[in-house]
């Protein structure tokens, strides 16, 4: 078995909308391996996303112990969750999230430009091609299409090379050839670079190219399955 | 992982980078923001130099007089010496022992006297003025002693001005133009001169015809616009025979105790004050601190609502950005990048805001200076707005400052986002 790169027990995300609390993520114990993808599946509201929010240190959990690449996030600081998430995780969201203003290439690039990093010509240039972008590289995201945006985040993604990508609903505002082409990137960058894969969907046919799908409901594991065993 | 990157030491430069293509996706709005700055630092620039201008116009008008004392006849030396700066009537008179009297205090080491009169300017036939316009300043001078005064009195010379000289002491129709006198009656050196004057008690002004004989080079002052006449018979004219309007004294050594020491002398005789052209200047400059304190007073006011402006446009942009600032902390953003590049953003909008404020300053002061010598006689001649690059210097950094201060509740609101409530909220 890989090295293990986040562990999560007794995960519990609630929150309080006026005297209800809703549970959101209630008792949740997940572990993601390196170079394993990893979907998480389930309806809409049964707390996927609220999940690799937690997973991903963008969010702080209510209750429960996580690890992140060995490190214990108990009780950090927004700022300290931070160092965590650099270099150790990659984004990728549903929408996108190009910045309208900048380039391809510096929209892959911004990332560096928040860890003080000078950006590499040939790393960038290897990525665009990974994602097989290379001749829209000084494309504004406008002149893109959702494919080709959500090719860019994932770029974005890998730019500073990270052990994890964390996608939420990474196809979800693209067409169904479209999102399987973005699953096979990820397979491939999973098999090639050894990268640990953690995404939500509601397709569960994208969900079962995944090493192992897990199901929500109503903030708890229902089911654990490995569909390409 | 990242380490094969190498630091960036350039990674500010890329900070800029965003924020002027932050700054540029809302232009119109941008530029509201950054012409409200600009306003502000326009008036502020504009007032500067209206201080500073102001200032060195009276420094280098009292100068120009050549003395650093007047005897004249009591009454409001605010008077008398914006008269003997800039002209005006409602003229007071001495007797002219008193030059006599005066002339040999041991302290003087020159002095000159002179008689202010008020001309019509009927008769020149040159230009239809309007009737409060329509005067002339004559001066009767001692030529020796005036010369003496004010040793950077020099001829025109050129075709039509050569051979310019002072009139003889004794002579009753030469005249010496000013610069501006000349150039305003267009005339030159051998033309004819007309001065409708009406003497003391006499009801109709007479008519002299005149022969100009010498005018004077450029000197920035009063002196442009005045017409100077033999004194004898400048004083035989206005039917003041005998008057003198001032004495113009140089000391010997001119410090706060001989012209205390002066004054003690001297404002004895009972038909005199002395006046320092230090209290002169005080006066004047105290006078314009009013409206100066006014106009500062809009100048703080347009700087507020800049202020303002600015924080509401950049909070504006942080909040249509919400989720993109979101996006930016979960790729790797600490709180202050997001600080840093919300900072930037305020600071270059003010600081374009303060260039171009200073610009419209410059290109405008001509307008401001005529605008504000149209409002109010400000008591001197010459140029009253003077914006120099140290005062250009102050607004740019000023504009940085306000920058620096709206900047800090936008930013630090955008760093305060947390992740993923701001990647909701924008979604």
């Keep these: 078995m890989n090295k293990i790169l986040i562990e999560a027990s007794g995960l519990k995300r609630y929150y309080q909308r006026g005297s209800e609390t809703v549970k959101a993520l209630d008792g949740v114990d997940i572990q993601i391996h390196a170079g394993e993808i990893v979907s998480i599946l389930g309806p809409s509201g049964c707390g996927k996303t609220t999940l690799i929010n937690l997973l991903s240190c963008l969010d702080a959990p209510t209750a429960g112990k996580l690890t992140v690449d060995g490190k214990s996030v108990d009780g950090l600081t927004e700022d300290q969750l931070v160092e965590v998430r650099r270099g150790t995780l990659g984004f990728v969201f549903q929408n996108f999230s190009l910045l309208p203003t900048l380039t391809v290439t510096e929209n892959i690039e911004l990332p560096l430009m928040f860890l003080g990093l000078k950006p590499d010509p040939i790393q960038t240039a290897n990525i665009l091609a990974a994602v097989g972008l290379t001749d829209r590289a000084t494309h504004l995201p406008r002149e893109l299409s959702g494919g080709q945006m959500q090719r860019v985040a994932i770029a974005r993604a890998l730019i500073s090379n990270p052990k994890i990508l964390v996608a939420d609903e990474p196809t979800g505002n693209l067409d169904k050839a479209t999102g399987e082409s973005i699953m096979a990137l990820f397979q491939r960058l999973s098999a090639e670079e050894g990268l640990a894969i953690l995404l939500t969907t509601h397709n569960t046919a994208f969900g079962a190219i995944a090493d192992r799908a897990i199901t929500l409901e109503d903030g708890r594991i229902v089911s654990e399955v490995r569909p390409s065993s | ?427």
């Excluded at chain 2, 992982?1 to 932050?22: E, G, Q, W």
């Excluded at chain 2, 009753?172 to 000013?178: H, I, K, P, S, T």
């Excluded at chain 2, 920035?220 to 004294?249: A, K, S």
């Excluded at chain 2, 000391?251 to 004050?273: D, G, I, S, Y």
């Design chain 2, 1 to 427: 992982m990242t380490n094969h990157y190498k630091p960036d030491p350039f990674v500010l430069s890329r900070y800029f980078n965003l924020a002027i293509k932050n700054l540029r996706r809302r232009m119109v709005r941008t530029g509201l923001t950054i012409a409200g700055v600009s306003l502000a630092v326009t008036v502020a620039v504009s007032l500067g130099g209206f201080m500073l201008g102001y200032r060195g116009a009276i420094d280098k008008s009292i100068d120009m007089l050549g003395f650093q004392v007047m005897i004249m006849a009591k009454g409001c030396p605010y008077e008398a010496a914006t008269m003997m700066l800039k002209g005006g009537t409602g003229l007071l008179y001495l007797p002219g022992e008193i030059y006599d009297k005066v002339r040999n205090d041991s302290e003087i080491e020159s002095i000159t006297p002179i008689f202010v009169g008020v001309a019509q300017k009927q008769g020149s036939g040159i230009r239809e003025d309007s009737a409060e316009k329509n005067f002339l300043i004559v001066s009767g001078v001692e030529v020796a002693s005036y010369k003496v005064m004010k040793p950077w009195i020099n001829f025109k010379s050129g075709p039509g001005f050569d051979g310019g000289r002072w009139f003889s002491p004794d002579s009753r129709n030469e005249v010496v133009l000013g610069f501006e006198a000349a150039e305003y009656e267009q005339r030159k050196v051998g033309d004819t001169f007309f001065a409708t004057i009406t003497p003391a008690g006499k009801p109709e002004p007479v008519q002299h015809e005149l022969k100009v004989v010498g005018i004077l080079d450029r000197t920035g002052t009063q002196d442009d616009g005045t017409v100077f006449l033999p004194l004898e018979v400048t004083r035989e004219y206005f039917g003041r025979p005998g008057q003198l309007t001032i004495l113009g004294i140089k000391l010997k050594q001119f410090n706060a105790v001989n012209m205390r020491n002066f004054e003690t002398r001297w404002l004895k005789l009972p038909e005199v004050q002395v006046v320092g052209l230090q209290q002169v200047k005080n006066t004047l400059v105290g006078l314009v601190a009013t409206a100066q304190t006014m106009i500062a007073a809009v100048a703080v006011i347009a700087i507020i609502v800049a202020f303002i402006g600015v924080i509401n446009t950049i909070l504006m942009s942080v909040y249509e950005r919400t989720s993109e600032i979101g996006i930016m902390k979960a790729l790797g953003a600490r709180r202050d990048s997001i600080f840093q590049l919300i900072w930037l953003e305020t600071v270059m909008m003010c600081l374009a805001g303060g260039i171009v404020g200073s610009l419209m300053a410059v290109i405008g002061s001509n307008l401001v200076e005529k605008a504000i010598k149209s409002i109010a006689d400000m008591g001197v001649s010459g140029s009253i707005v003077q914006i120099t690059p140290a005062i250009i210097g102050y607004a740019i950094l000023g504009a940085v400052i306000l920058g620096f201060f709206a900047g800090l509740y936008p930013a630090w609101r955008a760093s305060s986002m947390r992740p993923v409530e701001a990647i909701n909220k924008g979604n």
